[in-house]
Structures are given as structure tokens and as C-alpha cells.
């Protein structure tokens, strides 16, 4: 029996999501705020705006590229990681390796070869883009396989899970306040361009010290039983989907992100078209959204413990239906528009608690569970075949938000909009179905017989 993780190594793990949290923030918040500029926003154009089709525009071709690289590699990084037979483990080894690179195409990525509108900039981008997600799932993938190894116990692991959701929103609120830094840099005199450029190196070399924090603090031999798995790829998928329960929990978790995704994608429409508020109040609202969901996730760990995740996550099923559909009824209902706009925050502030700490748990107690029954340990494939379905689940959001927001292209498109939120809470409602089939008391009567067999 390895060692029990202690709460400073528990700290140190958690450090690491603090780091590409940050990295993410700035690629997801910030790229297409940079590539498709407005007059106010002080920025030049470095990529033809020109669109296909009538919608689709070169960025957003090459995010939907990009998204479509990062979903296939999820699967192949994986396996890899399960396979890994360095004497420093099966994880650490890869976010050693991917820590530095993963920081400089994060940075890299605004940095174009042109300072003008150019062709060249956007296959430049496209390139970097790809090696971005490349390195960014080779940290990352081995990184939330670490969670079910280094938790011993279903409640070790929802330790971890609660310790990196608090972190990730940490590292997502520092990426947030990049434009007040790039604006200390405006008022010393240098352009638009050049203090974003700072700005986002300076966050990337910050986040890069916390990338390294797990690998030079965590020998994971020491906590980990890192016994290489000796499945390909393709068998390796196989024998996951083999496994019901985490089928189950999968396509439920497909299905839930066609709908946060939708619904998320829509919050600028329902906030200037339904609600006739003004766009600063979307910026409000997020910031408002992260505060309530930090606040509830440690009431949400405890409970957890208490009552069991399922039960949580089926009440945050439910709340997300109750949230999707007010968002239908945006505008029409006999209050304020303002307070609408707060009752949406609140309604979906417990659910994101919910959803941000408890399925990264439920995998890890899956895998473990598939380990002691099938004697292979291959807990990286397990998350990065989830990591791919929510990806699908995000590509296919997008054909059902640009179909219904092309709905009926009469003026505002109200009733497309609206019909957003009501496909939102229908997904979700279909995400709910699918995972009353979960049976997690099964996987967790599994895991503890293992543990009394070793003395737990």
C-alpha cells in the first residue's frame, strides 16, 4: 500500500490547475477578443475577416480546428501516459515535459510574424494554435489522472477534486484581470498590442512556476501504484466503454455540456436581446457567477460525503433545468430585468459548484473500481475519453446554437434565442435520464471491499 497523500502534497497537486487554469483562461477569454477586433478596441486587424458561408469566419474555423486536434489527442496522450514506464512514474514525466512548452505556445499565439492583415498570420496562428492543444492535453490529461491515484479513498478523491475546482477558479479569476494589467502598461506609454503581449507573457511565467510545482514536489512512486498498462490505444478505448457504468456516466456528461455550452454562448444574447441590458453587465454577471460557485463548493464536498455524489448531481441536473428554463422566459417575467439577470447567477451558482468538483471524482472512483476488476490501471484513458466526449459535446453545442440563433433572422431573432435556452434545459433534462442509470453504490461497494482486503 503506497503512502497516504498529506495535506501539503494535497496543496501542491492543486498549485498545478492553479497554472494551466491560468493558460487556458487566456486562450479561451482573450483570443477571439484579439483576432476579431473592434474600433474601440485599439487592436489591428491580423487576420482577413472574411467569412464562408455567410457565418463562418477564418478564427473561427481555426478554433473549431483547434477544439477538433485537442479532442482526438485526448484519447492518444492518454494511453500513452497509461503505458509510460519511466522510473519517475506515469505522469509527472509528461507534465515535466509539456510544463514549457505548454507556457510558450500559450504566449506564442498572439505573437504573429506580421503586424498587418496577412494570410501568413493566419496560418501562423493555426500552427500554434494546434501545438497549444497539443501540449496543453499532455499536461493536462496525465494531470487529472494523478487525482485517482493519489487519492486512495472515494473521499481523498473528492478531497483532491474540491482542492483543484478552488484552484481553477483562482487561476481563472487571475486570467481575467488581464486587461487591468495591459492597462497600467497603456498608461506607461506603450501600445495596445504591446501591453497585451506583456501582460499575457507575465501571467504565462507566473503560471509556468506553478505548472512545475507538482512535478518537483510529488514523487509519485511514493503515493502511487504506477504499474504501466499494456493496452493500445484502440483496446484501450474498448475496455473502457466495456465498463456500464462509466458509459453511463459519459454520454450523460456528453449530453450536459451540449447544454452548459449552448446555454453559456448564448448569456451575451439573452443579456442585450431579452433582458435590454448593456453588454458590461455579461462581465458582472461572470464574476458574480464565479463568487457564488466558490462560495458553495465547500458545502458541496461535505455533502458530497453525506449524501453521496449522485444525489448531488442529480439536484444540480434539476437546478440547471430550473435555470435554462427562466432563461426562456427572460424579459416576459413581472420583475425587473436586472433582477432576472441576478436570479440566473444565483440558480446557476450551485450547479457549477456542483459540476466543477464532483464528476473528476466520479471518474476517479470509475477507474479505480475498473482497476480492481480488471487488474489494469488505466486511469488516464478514462479521463482523457471524458475530456473527448465533453469536447464533442462543445463542437456539436455550436451546430445547435448557430442553427437556432440563424432561426428567423428578423430583426433581434427572439424566438431563436429564447429556443436556445429551451434546447439547453431539454439536453439537460436528457442528461438527467441518462445518469439516474449510474450506480454508484455498486462502484463504491467494490472499491471498499478492496480496501478492507488491504487494511484500510
Known sequence: MKEKLPFSKLVAYSLGQFGWSILSGIIGTYLIFYYIPTEKSGISTLIPQVTFFGFLTIIGLITMLGRFFDAITDPWIATLSDRCKSKDGRR???????????????????????????????????????????????????????????????????????????????????????????????????????????????????????????????????????????????????????????????????????????????????????????????????????????IFYVPVNLLAKKYGKKKLLIFAFVLFIVTYSLGFFLGKLPISNTIQAYLLVIFASIPMAVFGILPNAVIADIAEFDAIHTGSKREAIFFGTRTFMSKVGQMLSMLVLSSLLLYKRNGSNEIGIRLTALSAALFCFLGLILFLKYNEQYILIGISKKDKNIGI
Open 92 to 294: 509527472i514525466p509528461f507534465m515535466k515535459y509539456s510544463a514549457i512548452p505548454f507556457t510558450l505556445t500559450t504566449v506564442l499565439v498572439f505573437w504573429t510574424p506580421f503586424n498587418s492583415e496577412s494570410y501568413y498570420n493566419a496560418l501562423y496562428l493555426t500552427i500554434l494554435l494546434l501545438l497549444f492543444y497539443l501540449f496543453m492535453t499532455m499536461y493536462v490529461t496525465p494531470y487529472f489522472a494523478l487525482l485517482s491515484e493519489l487519492g486512495h479513498t472515494p473521499e481523498e478523491r473528492l478531497n483532491l477534486s474540491t482542492a483543484i475546482s478552488i484552484t481553477w477558479f483562482l487561476g481563472f479569476a487571475v486570467a481575467s484581470q488581464a486587461p487591468v494589467i495591459w492597462n497600467i502598461f497603456l498608461n506607461m506609454g506603450y501600445s495596445k498590442r504591446s501591453a497585451i503581449l506583456i501582460t499575457f507573457s507575465i501571467l504565462s511565467l507566473i503560471a509556468l512556476i506553478f505548472l512545475l510545482i507538482p512535478v518537483f514536489t510529488i514523487e509519485e512512486k511514493k503515493y502511487c501504484e504506477a504499474t504501466p498498462s499494456e493496452i493500445k490505444m484502440v483496446e484501450s478505448i474498448k475496455a473502457t466503454f466495456k465498463n456500464k457504468d462509466f458509459k453511463v456516466f459519459v454520454f450523460s456528461d456528453l449530453v450536459y455540456w451540449i447544454a452548459i455550452t449552448t446555454f453559456q454562448n448564448a448569456l451575451l444574447y439573452y443579456i442585450t436581446i431579452l433582458l435590454d441590458l448593456p453588454e458590461a453587465m455579461l462581465s458582472i454577471l461572470l464574476i458574480l457567477l464565479g463568487v457564488g460557485s466558490f
